[in-house]
């Protein structure tokens, strides 16, 4: 077993692989331990460049390496401090939460129960399958017997072309009983309606918005049932 005095700053590096978080001050020596011998990763052998080495009885690896190793790349936000690991924002694109704030909310039950909400990195929320999201915009009906509905809008004032999203039911609603409906409009004019019942799959949509002003998102139910909730995962817009 080979034994080596490492620096703290080292041992910051080695975690990241190449991306790169130092300790600038307040450094100090660490007893470290090089007795990994091999990595195997779906039973293929691979070490990484930096040797794992252990410390207190944890061992390290260098995150960039098991990261890509397993198909998730990883990306060292300097502005935020944050690792991002797989899939992250595109910088291209405009989300609700961060870029756009709603302008109007109704609903026809009481607004306990029917209800929006929006978020971007922050509350992680999981569709019907079990992904998990923190980018997404959800809307509720609750239970009832009749017809009911929840209408959620966003000022788009004529500069967004597209809008990208995967619609769901969340995993709280995803045993609801009946069928919801959620109907798309643009400036107050339908552009399009998508059923929704337990047991459907998640559908990827695109809706180009041809520089409407404003872009509403209305749930609706026909024939009451309990609690239901859908979800636009990953929703954002293009210029």
Request: charged letters at 20%; aromatic letters at 12%; glycine letters at 8%.
């Amino acid at each position: 077993m080979k034994k080596k005095l490492i620096g703290f700053s080292v041992a910051g590096a080695l975690l990241l692989g190449s991306a790169g978080v130092y300790a600038s001050s307040n450094s100090k020596t660490l007893e470290v331990f090089y007795n990994v011998k091999d990595i195997k990763i779906n039973q293929v052998s691979k070490m990484p460049e930096n040797k794992p080495f252990t410390y207190n009885g944890t061992t390290y690896v260098p995150l960039r390496f098991i990261s890509e190793q397993l198909g998730s790349p990883v990306e060292w936000d300097s502005a935020n401090q944050t690792i991002n690991i797989g899939k992250t924002s595109e910088k291209s694109a405009f989300y609700p939460g961060r870029d756009l704030d709603y302008m109007n909310f109704q609903s026809s039950g009481s607004y306990t129960d029917s209800t929006y909400k929006y978020s971007f990195g922050k509350d992680t929320i999981s569709n019907n399958i079990g992904n998990d999201y923190n980018n997404y915009i959800t809307l509720s009906v609750t239970s009832n017997s009749g017809e009911e509905w929840s209408l959620l809008e966003f000022p788009l004032n004529g500069q967004f072309s597209t809008f990208k999203t995967s619609l769901a039911l969340t995993e709280r609603s995803k045993s609801m009983s009946n069928e919801v409906k959620l109907e798309v409009y643009l400036d107050e004019k339908l552009l399009e309606t998508y059923s929704i019942s337990a047991g459907d799959m998640p559908q990827d949509i695109e809706l180009k918005l041809k520089g409407a002003n404003k872009i509403g998102f209305k749930l609706v139910r026909k024939d009451g049932g309990s609690f239901a909730q859908v979800g636009l995962f990953d929703a954002k817009f293009y210029k």
